[in-house]
């Protein structure tokens, strides 16, 4: 009896979330980066607008504050429009006061928030470029096999150009893309090694115009080296962390790889700044880790930096560390997304592994789940859905992994996080009965799909156990959302092995789906259904037809009738 009154009571409550949710008024933003914004050394620039508007119900009463002296926000008056399902829109207007910022690059936060509003506060990223983002020369490096190198730049206004290459036709500047909301223009000074080019240095220059900001009006020199030296390539040239006082360490991995020939060496690897920075390298696996420490750090801002020294002829690099501190305050959840593909803005069905991103969820150091059933606290934080507890698998300061349970309601819904007690912000989901995604390898849009020997059906790729699919092989593809399986299963146990959790809904199996050419006829497969002793992870089994199409990026989805999952890509020979 006493576990029935329980239940009813979980389930009342619940039913009181969701009630209070579709009356709450949600925050959406049009935009949540700005820039960088160009602007001439002892000038100001014009203020910019991002358009806030309600998606729920009630009425917004938004804040804006800013974590820059230079960066001055202000929440205007409410006016028609129709952006983003609103009929009411909040400008948020962002005045500048950079007439005494030196020349450089400044980046500042901007925080949206309404105590009573779900999905606040919401920040935007605004960044400053004092002098413009155009270079007085650009310094690139190419291998004597048809490679290339860039460096991408960005204006406000769309610019003239006059290009000059000696040597060949190597060198080109163009626009690279934009969008109806953009604040920047983007650029790309692109350097190709042509055929019958010897090694050697090669000049050329870039003549820009037409700008209504005089420092970007320059004409840009361009240096490029051709060469069968090592050229090394990190896997991100800065880093930019929120932390609060008293968080664990964080730990970031960079990766650096040779684009060039030779045999690329690491030297040191050193950190400067401040004894909350710390690097340690591993040379044997071509990575280096980043260590972040702000317990002991008051609120503020901090910059340092990491110098990556080699025998590549492009020198040592050096990567700018800027570490945001913040006061310790209630978790700040930000968004939610599958694990498959990390989009916020999908449908999330019941039983899928998703990961909450945001601030201050966990003081604890990382940990994840070592037993199943997945606890519904860990590091001293648990995640409400509907208000109800849901299993999980991994925290983090700003991630915290879990599982929608299997029997949260379909529509729209809410997520928080509670730290040791403390209850964050809400933030809104919705939730489905199925929604299929495929997960990817994390080379280029491969899936993770594993031939019968186990090996990737990828081509051949040196380190990696691979080989591309043959027709007929049996492969295993690996899931998420796919829905209701019989038996059912326990959020947060482990998949049953005997008997397995069936999917009963009919599917199929399309190989050489968005290829171009003839894609196969759709393939039943020999089994879909949760994975064995997992949780929330699904797998299909599957034999290449013999009329899949052939080559190295055959396209590959999965079909529920009109329900068509993400595509993922395999090698098929």
């Not at 925050?27 to 160009?38: E, K, M, N, Q, Y």
């Not at 001055?72 to 005045?95: E, F, M, Q, R, Y």
Request: net charge neutral.
């Amino acid at each position: 009896m006493g576990v029935t009154k329980t239940f009813r009571l979980i389930t009342i409550a619940a039913a009181f979330s969701l009630a209070a949710l579709h009356a709450q008024p949600r925050l959406r933003l049009s935009s949540t980066t700005i820039g960088p914004v160009t602007v001439a050394t002892g000038s100001n620039v014009a203020s910019q607008s991002i358009e806030a508007s309600n998606a729920g119900n009630g009425t917004l009463n938004l804040q804006a504050s800013s974590s820059a002296a230079w960066l001055k926000p202000t929440v205007g008056a409410g006016h028609n429009c129709s952006i983003l399902g609103g009929t009411t829109c909040l400008p948020i207007d962002i005045g500048f006061n950079a007439n005494s910022l030196l020349a450089g690059s400044y980046t500042g936060i901007i925080t949206v928030s309404d105590p009573n509003a779900i999905d606040a506060p919401q920040t935007i990223t605004v960044t400053l470029a004092v002098g413009g983002t155009i270079p007085n020369s650009v310094n690139l490096f190419v291998a004597p096999n048809g490679s290339q190198d860039s460096l991408v730049v960005s204006t406000n206004k769309l610019v003239q150009s006059t290009v000059v290459a000696q040597g060949g036709n190597w060198l080109s500047f163009s626009f690279t893309g934009a969008s109806s909301f953009a604040f920047a223009l983007p650029y790309t000074i692109l350097a190709k090694h042509q055929s019958g080019m010897a090694e050697g240095s090669y000049s050329g220059s870039v003549a820009l115009s037409a700008s209504d900001l005089a420092a970007d009006n320059k004409t840009v020199a361009v240096n490029l080296t051709v060469t069968s030296q090592p050229i090394i390539q990190l896997s991100s040239n800065s880093l930019r962390v929120s932390s609060s006082s008293g968080a664990s360490k964080r730990l970031f991995r960079f990766t650096y790889a040779n684009r060039g020939l030779g045999a690329l060496t690491l030297g040191a690897v050193t950190a400067s700044g401040g004894a909350w920075l710390t690097v340690a390298s591993y040379p044997q696996f071509n990575i280096f880790d980043v260590t972040i420490d702000s317990g002991a750090l008051a609120a503020g801002t901090y910059t340092g930096s990491i110098s990556v020294a080699s025998n590549a002829i492009n020198g040592t690099q050096i990567v700018p560390i800027s570490l945001d501190v913040s006061a310790q305050a209630a978790p700040i959840s930000r968004r939610v997304a599958n694990n498959a593909t990390f989009s916020s803005d999908e449908d999330i069905a019941q039983g899928t592994i998703v990961a909450l991103f945001g601030e201050q969820l966990t003081y604890a150091d990382p940990v994840s789940a070592t037993a199943l059933p997945l606890p519904q606290t860990l590091g001293g934080s648990r995640v409400l859905v509907n208000g109800i507890p849901a299993p999980v698998y991994y925290t983090q300061f700003d991630q915290i992994n879990f599982q929608i349970p299997y029997d949260a309601a379909l529509g729209l819904g809410t997520v928080l996080v509670e730290r040791n007690g403390q209850a964050g912000n809400q933030v809104s989901i919705r939730i489905s009965a199925r929604a299929p995604k495929l997960l990817r390898l994390g080379i280029g849009e491969y899936g993770i799909l594993v031939n019968q020997d186990q090996s990737f059906p990828i081509p051949v790729t040196q380190g990696i156990n691979s080989r591309p699919a043959r027709v007929g092989d049996v492969l295993t593809m690996y899931a998420l959302g796919l829905g209701p399986t019989v038996p059912a299963v326990v959020s947060g146990a482990a998949s049953p092995t005997n008997p397995l959790a069936n999917v009963v809904t009919p599917s199929t199996v399309t190989f050489g789906a968005g290829t171009i050419g003839r894609q196969a006829d759709p393939v039943k497969p020999q089994f879909i259904g949760l994975t064995p002793n997992f949780v929330g992870l699904y797998q299909i089994n599957v034999a290449v037809p013999a009329d899949s199409p052939k080559g190295n990026r055959i396209g590959v989805e999965l079909n529920f009738g009109q329900l068509t999952s993400n595509r993922v890509e395999i090698a098929v020979q």
